[in-house]
């Protein structure tokens, strides 16, 4: 079974700029999760999915951060303008619904803000 | 506001050792507790997890240890190898309406194991 996938790897853009994410969840998986976690820092969730419907988003920027899961599978987060304090790895995760609480994450984005 | 406490933030082991980290949490409404192990320039993955109503769980040279009273729950990872050398970060979770469950992180331990 394949991963879940993330892309870029890594991005480097100047504040002000926009920039989006992508993430293709493991085949099957309808629980969708987007988390920021900073350098020396435990991950910290930005916003969940269920299917195409937003479950929980109360920690996501909202003037700046954007998500959507359109078609229920997979998705994109988007800054704009973006800051310094963005600078992070954003990391997506999935989950099968009804198994239990794991989580699977991707590798990630490293996103640096100069 | 830090829901999950976890410490310490480095940690160095000689090779065969027992590492231990310990994690303490706030809110009575967890009901998951994982631990994650993250290694450079990959996402976290999930190493072995425990639920309230017991109080420990082993998986080969993993432990888990938990307190629902003094609401710590820890991790001891005998036999430490070099391979293990990564961080690890505790988490609590609770479900949420509509569905799934939210994971709250802790701040991660850096585990280095010697030789």
């Known amino acids: 079974e394949a991963g879940v996938a993330q892309s870029p790897r890594y991005k480097i853009i100047e504040k002000r700029q926009s920039v989006a994410f992508w993430c293709n969840p493991i085949s099957g998986h309808a629980t969708l999760y987007w988390y920021q976690q900073i350098l020396g820092q435990g991950p910290k969730l930005l916003i969940q999915f269920q299917n195409n419907g937003v479950v929980d988003d109360s920690q996501l920027p909202k003037d700046r951060f954007s998500a959507e899961r359109l078609k229920g599978v997979d998705s994109t987060l988007k800054i704009q303008p973006a800051k310094l304090e963005d600078s992070a790895v954003y990391l997506c995760a999935s989950r099968r619904w009804g198994s239990g609480y794991e989580q699977y994450f991707g590798p990630g984005t490293r996103l640096t803000v100069t | 506001q830090q829901q999950v406490k976890q410490s310490p933030q480095s940690l160095i082991v000689q090779k065969g050792g027992i590492s231990i980290i310990n994690c303490a949490y706030e809110?009575?409404?967890?009901?998951?507790f994982p631990w994650y192990q993250q290694f450079p320039g990959k996402g976290p993955a999930l190493l072995i997890a425990?639920?309230?109503?017991?109080s420990e769980k082993k998986e080969g040279r993993f432990t888990i240890s938990f307190n629902k009273s003094a609401k710590q729950f820890s991790l001891h990872i005998m036999d430490s190898q070099p391979g293990d050398s990564a961080t690890y970060f505790c988490?609590?979770?609770?479900?949420?309406?509509?569905?799934?469950?939210?994971?709250?992180f802790g701040t991660g331990t850096q585990l280095k194991v010697e030789l």
């Open positions: 988490a609590a979770s609770k479900g949420v309406t509509g569905g799934g469950n939210k994971l709250t």
């Open positions: 809110n009575t409404a967890f009901d998951y």
């Open positions: 425990i639920r309230p109503d017991v």
